[in-house]
């Protein structure tokens, strides 16, 4: 069995959780030593796809006439597309639709998080829908000497100031506009928000929030893997304020690099996460700033190797081993995840 990871489009997704989403695949499948391809133009028996540009939508279709079985990567729902980008909000019904026709064509439709899987199965798409996760590996995203000296000097912060950090697209559904107001409220402290969105493609309030933010908060962009490392280890908390998941990449890189952990309560997260136990959580600005302020004075007590279990939980070993499995079953025609 021949496996293609389809990739064409991957260049135009790679700054994005759906290219990570694909990086972890290939990752994971390398792990457990599966045979699989990213150029189409090799023989294949099925096709994986995450996409859903109308290039990748085109390819299922023209796999699904030549006999190949389709999976389909469920990981964008109607609900994480709104507050995301300028107009994301009045096209969302359109983008909902375009969803539906586009994971039909899938054999079975793969998701993050059953969270996601309860979304998707509100959207009638008639299809087996499987839970997987995008997995973290384990041994990349580990805590290393010097690593705190390493990002302060690396990003020119103040080393007698704590530090909080975010990860994402600088959009409102990632909760970048309560992290600037957050930093201006917080100014003991350096603030650093790590992502790139196209200025064309931003709120006209995301673009001013941005323009007018205080001097201790800073924005370096799209950064690679390795300085993500850098800085969750080198920092002293990172900040999680989506409103809106299908599992969130980034919270898991965190959980593995045992950094110390603040999000937001979302439903996504309230069966694995305890606010106090393994995680802390807050809800409006003014639990996030207390709570900030109680991690980094020590007022709160660490919560990171509890939190770390969760990444052991999510592994990318095995991630490969159900991919696998799932891959195989398809195969045989089998139903069942």
Not at 14 to 19: A, I, L, M, N, W
Not at 190 to 197: A, I, P, Q, S, T
Request: net charge neutral.
């Amino acid at each position: 069995m021949r496996v293609l990871i389809y990739s064409k489009d991957y260049d135009k997704v790679k700054e994005s959780g759906v290219g990570k989403a694909i990086d972890h695949q290939k990752k994971a499948l390398r792990k457990v030593g599966f045979d699989f391809t990213t150029d189409e133009k090799e023989d294949y028996e099925l096709v994986h796809i995450n996409t859903v540009l109308p290039g990748a939508v085109a390819f299922a279709k023209k796999a699904r006439k030549k006999g190949k079985k389709v999976i389909y990567h469920g990981h964008s729902t109607m609900e994480d597309f709104r507050n995301s980008f300028i107009f994301s909000n009045q096209l969302a019904p359109l983008f909902k639709k375009w969803l539906v026709h586009t994971y039909k064509l899938g054999d079975i439709v793969l998701t993050p998080s059953e969270y996601s899987k309860k979304i998707l199965e509100t959207y009638g798409i008639d299809r087996e829908i499987c839970v997987i996760s995008n997995g973290i590996d384990l041994d990349f995203w580990k805590e290393k000497d010097g690593d705190r000296d390493k990002f302060y000097e690396t990003y020119g912060l103040d080393k007698n100031k704590k530090s909080i950090i975010s990860v994402g697209l600088p959009i409102k559904r990632k909760g970048i506009d309560d992290f600037i107001r957050l930093g201006q409220s917080l100014p003991q402290y350096e603030f650093v928000w790590f992502g790139k969105l196209d200025r064309a493609l931003m709120s006209p309030n995301i673009k001013k929030l941005i323009d007018l933010a205080p001097s201790n908060v800073s924005f370096p962009g799209y950064v690679s893997s390795e300085d993500l490392r850098l800085a969750y280890s080198g920092s002293d908390l990172y900040l999680f304020l989506t409103h809106e998941e299908t599992e969130g990449i980034v919270l898991l890189e965190a959980l593995a690099t045992r950094a110390d952990i603040l999000i937001r309560d979302i439903e996504i997260f309230e069966t694995d996460y305890e606010d106090g136990v393994n995680i802390y959580k807050g809800s409006s600005l003014e639990d996030f700033r207390e709570k900030i302020v109680g991690i980094c004075e020590g007022r709160l007590k660490s919560l990171k190797d509890f939190a770390y279990r969760k990444a052991q939980d999510k592994s990318i070993e095995k991630t490969g081993r159900k991919l696998v499995e799932i891959y195989e079953r398809l195969m045989n025609n089998e139903i069942g995840c």
